[in-house]
């Protein structure tokens, strides 16, 4: 082993206590960047539509038009209903809505039971059953187009549609007063006297389709059976509520790890600083055996270097836990049908690499200023900093303050930029407490 990585070690060892501190810095930098999910994958196995319409009541001869709108690349049509329920030990009114079985958009992931085989067997979305202990078998009560009937719970469902289950009108959901219930088409026509006729259609577009286009197109074929409009999927509640909250992961994940690395590109600069300052004669020495100034600057480097990957290793570890956790949390909140942390290595390697940018960021001209020194006035202690009357002296004030607080005032003229830093990072450090405090007050 070389001398000088000797060396570096040796300094690593002694500065541990800062080394770790701003190794776990770097780590949860790195950890935030490392979480993901996989909204997309889940929306094109379930065959997520594209464009939603409701309308009164069109014969299912029309969707062979809508088929042939340019754009279209796929049409189902189908029933909706709202209905009440009556659930056993629960006092409070429920209300669902029923749902016929999609047919190729929009599938169902089956959590437990099966399909629905006779006209009074249903499928209930897993929230409600969840939140009311509904097992396949069970027997449960429902009123639909005035029509109250007893059905056999076949089985316990999840749908990319109602991944965030809640009822129109309002903005939390509440799966012991609403639910999703799923039965066959022709059983659902029957009760609505529907026969033949559909109430909704759904839609997937072609990759070159125009949306608003079709939507437009959709609104006139449709405006004859009572059309309220065709949405698209910014416009789907599910969806709109699970891509805010996304969007809002994605910010964290770019800002968040933005703040740590500053404020470990910070720690660095000030420790090194220090480091440097006390190692002075010593880089003299080194530079006196031979070595080069560019050298002297890898060895530190090095130091640099070293934290930072330590750093980095805790937080991709880091960021494997938490995304594990966050996979679960969004499992329970949203009902996927599944979803699995699946560490992205590209997203770690540019976290390593973002974050060792930044430590070398904010070394570099500690370390250029003091490997750059001649060896004779790195020999020599460091010349006293020029003296200059600060703001207050020159004004007259100064004389009201105590000598301690004059000491801090000069502290804070003299090194400026240092005094701006702090003020930033302790600024930041302020906003990542209120940040976590408001999220956990929230929920």
Do not use: C
């Not at 006092?91 to 089956?110: G, H």
Request: aromatic share 10%; no cysteine.
């Amino acid at each position: 082993m070389k001398a000088l990585n000797r060396k570096a070690l040796r300094d690593l060892w002694q500065m541990r206590g800062q080394a770790l501190a701003i190794a776990l810095v770097i780590a949860m930098g790195v950890a935030v960047l490392v979480m993901s999910q996989a909204q997309s994958q889940l929306y094109a196995e379930q065959r997520f539509s594209d464009v939603w319409v409701s309308v009164k009541r069109a014969p299912n001869a029309v969707i062979k038009r809508l088929a042939d709108i340019p754009g279209v690349a796929e049409v189902e049509g189908r029933l909706n209903s709202g209905a009440k329920l009556t659930v056993r030990d629960f006092d409070e009114p429920v209300t669902a809505l029923v749902q016929s079985l999609p047919e190729q958009q929009n599938k169902l992931f089956l959590r437990s039971g099966r399909l629905p085989e006779s006209s009074d067997e249903i499928l209930l979305s897993e929230a409600f059953a969840g939140a009311h202990g509904f097992l396949p078998g069970e027997r449960l009560r429902a009123t639909v187009h005035g029509r109250a009937q007893w059905f056999t719970v076949s089985g316990v469902a999840v749908s990319a549609e109602y991944l965030y289950q809640v009822k129109p009108g309002t903005l939390f959901p509440d799966f012991k007063r609403y639910a999703i219930i799923w039965m066959s088409q022709d059983a659902l026509a029957a009760a609505l006297d529907m026969d033949g006729a559909f109430n909704q259609a759904v839609l997937r577009l072609t990759p070159q389709a125009n949306e608003s286009e079709v939507i437009a197109a959709l609104d006139r074929l449709l405006a004859r059976y009572g059309s309220t409009g065709a949405i698209g999927r910014e416009d789907q509640i599910s969806h709109a509520i699970l891509k805010n909250e996304f969007k809002e992961l994605t910010t964290m994940a770019t800002f968040f790890p933005a703040i740590f690395l500053g404020v470990a590109a910070f720690l660095l600069n000030i420790v090194f600083k220090r480091l440097i300052g006390m190692q002075r004669d010593q880089v003299a020495i080194i530079k006196a055996f031979g070595y080069s100034t560019r050298q002297v600057a890898l060895h530190y480097a090095l130091i640099v270097t070293l934290i930072t990957l330590l750093g980095a290793l805790l937080g991709v570890a880091l960021g494997i836990w938490l995304g594990q956790g966050l996979a679960g949390i969004y499992q329970k909140s949203f009902h996927f049908p599944y979803l699995r942390f699946v560490l992205d290595w590209q997203v770690a390697g540019i976290g390593t690499a973002v974050s060792l940018l930044a430590a070398l960021a904010g070394t570099a001209h500690a370390v250029y200023a003091a490997a750059g020194e001649p060896i004779a006035e790195a020999m020599r202690p460091p010349a006293p900093q020029h003296f200059r009357k600060t703001f207050l002296e020159i004004i007259g004030l100064s004389r009201l303050l105590s000598p301690s607080t004059r000491m801090v005032w000069r502290q804070l003229e003299r090194r400026p930029v240092k005094a701006l830093l702090t003020i930033v990072a302790i600024a930041f450090a302020s906003a990542i407490v209120m940040m976590t405090q408001f999220q956990k007050a929230s929920i």
